[in-house]
């Protein structure tokens, strides 16, 4: 009987935070993120990092202001330019505007040299108000490894027999 009581009370327990998890939060939550976008000039020169976002969002999920707070000013822009292209929602809000701070985590993957990229990334996770993009840089190829010597012959070898001779 003991045990039947014991598993009545955990199966309460687990449908009760079950439920507690399903629940929309109230407040500001992202909509639609854009398409992913790496500024070229941060991966040709290997920059990564967070970029913090100081966002003020209307009732209706608009985005009425947004200013970068901190972070490698080659990522800012794109930053920027990303969060303005975003849909949010605003549920549960009762004021006209609501105060939230984004993070845009730029990351590099391994560098691709002389092979054809991947085409899964760039790569985009979202984590809360955590944005992390994914990737990878192109590095140079090493030609001299492809190049074969080839023997080449002078004009004088043209009129001499023995030419190859040694």
């Known amino acids: 009987m003991a045990l039947f009581i014991v598993c009545v009370l955990s199966c309460a327990a687990l449908?009760?935070?079950?439920s507690t998890e399903n629940t929309p939060q109230s407040g500001p939550g992202i909509a639609k993120l854009p398409p992913p976008f790496y500024p070229p000039t941060a991966l040709a020169a290997h920059?990564?990092?967070d970029v913090e976002l100081d966002l003020v969002i209307g009732r209706d999920g608009s985005l009425q202001s947004a200013?970068?707070?901190s972070g490698p000013p080659m990522l800012r822009q794109a930053a920027l330019e990303a969060v303005q292209k975003t849909q949010f929602?605003?549920?549960g809000c009762v004021e006209n505007s609501t105060r939230l701070r984004m993070t845009y985590r730029f990351g590099l993957g391994e560098t691709v040299y002389c092979s054809n990229p991947d085409s899964s990334y760039p790569r985009v996770a979202q984590s809360n108000?955590?944005?992390?993009?994914t990737d990878r840089p192109i590095g140079t190829c090493n030609l001299a490894g492809t190049i074969e010597r080839v023997r080449v012959r002078?004009?004088?070898c043209l009129f001499l027999w023995k030419c190859g001779w040694r």
């Open 47 to 49: 920059v990564s990092g």
């Open 129 to 133: 108000n955590t944005i992390t993009m």
């Open 15 to 18: 449908a009760k935070s079950s």
């Open 67 to 69: 200013v970068a707070a």
């Open 154 to 156: 002078s004009a004088k």
């Open 89 to 91: 929602d605003c549920l």
